[in-house]
Structures are given as C-alpha cells and as structure tokens.
C-alpha cells in the first residue's frame, strides 16, 4: 500500500519508525516528529492519536523539517494511507448551507481561489462521488488541511473543521 519513515530529529536524524498501514496511536514509537520520508503511497497524518487534530496530506518526498509539510508544530500521532487516489475520475459537490442545501457547486479540477472561482468562500456541506481530496483552509493550497475521501460530510465539522472557511482545494492522486 505504502511506505513511510517518520523520524525524531530534523534531517532525518534520531529515533525513526517504519510504517505501512494505518496507525491510529503513534506514541510507543516515537515522542516527536522532525523529519518524514514517504517512500510510497499518499498519506494523511493527524497532530493527535485516533486521527483528531490537525491534518497533513503527503505525496512521496523528504520532508527534513516539520515546516516542509506544513507542519504547525512537531506532533503527529496517528497516520493513515490514502486508499482511493488511483483512477482518473474525481468530483465533488459543494454547498452553501448544512445538509446539502443552498447553492451547489460541482467540481472535478484543483481549485486555487475558491472566492474568485465560486464567489463564496463559505462550504458548509460537501458530498464527495470520486477520488480523494484536500480542502485548504486559506487560498493557494495554505493553511489547516482537511481531507475527504467519498462521502457525504453534512456540515463542515465532518471534514474536521472548526469553519465552514475553504480557500482552495485540490485533489489528491496517485503521485
């Protein structure tokens, strides 16, 4: 499925711990995450065990620093392979109120500006047919990551945000 090599220090430095499989509790194998190489395979890390907190998605590459994924600090602690990037189809639905409501948009391209592009900035439900995908939190792919694999996700809380905010987004493929 995939591959991925998380390591204490910076510079690929320190304790390190191999994983290939979805890990809900990272703690017993190491205290704090500096540097990160994926071998394989697209991943979402989570700041918190039992995939809560903050969220990273990563394609295969080196990351010798936390900052080099976004990282807001150099907690990760739990960690799961994106199953459903393989294909060439991708689409989501977006809406402007809970439970489906209001405007619907539908979209199957990255989205840099979700203000210049849809004219709202507020998504407050999502309904995801194919393919993954990663909402950003400011525009131009910046700020708090959210990821969405197919489903229905009734209000924003079910993608794991904290507001309906959504400055670009993009999809999530095979690298």
């Known amino acids: 499925m995939g591959k991925i090599t998380f390591f ?15 890990c809900p509790d990272l703690r017993s194998y190491f205290s704090r995450c500096n ?24 394609s295969p590459s080196e990351y010798p620093d ?8 150099d907690s990760v602690k739990s960690c799961r392979v994106i199953k459903n990037v393989y294909g ?5 639905r977006l809406y402007e109120r809970p439970d489906f409501a209001g405007q619907m ?14 004219k709202f900035r507020e998504v407050f439900s999502c309904m995801v047919t ?20 197919r489903g229905e996700y009734r209000k924003f809380s079910d993608w794991g ?9 993009r999809r999530i493929t095979d690298f």
């Open 8 to 22: 204490e220090e910076k510079n690929f430095q320190g304790r390190c711990y191999d994983c290939n499989s979805d």
């Open 35 to 58: 540097s990160i190489r994926v071998v394989s395979g697209a991943w979402v890390l989570y700041e918190h065990p039992n995939y809560k907190g903050y969220q990273y998605i990563l």
């Open 66 to 73: 936390y900052q080099q994924w976004m990282g807001f600090n």
């Open 88 to 92: 060439n189809a991708w689409k989501l």
């Open 105 to 118: 948009v539908e979209y199957s391209d990255d989205c840099p500006s979700v203000q210049e592009a849809l």
């Open 130 to 149: 194919h393919g993954a995908w990663c909402f950003y939190e400011h525009p131009n792919y910046r700020g708090r990551q959210y990821f969405l694999e």
């Open 161 to 169: 945000a904290q507001s309906p905010d959504v400055g670009s987004f």
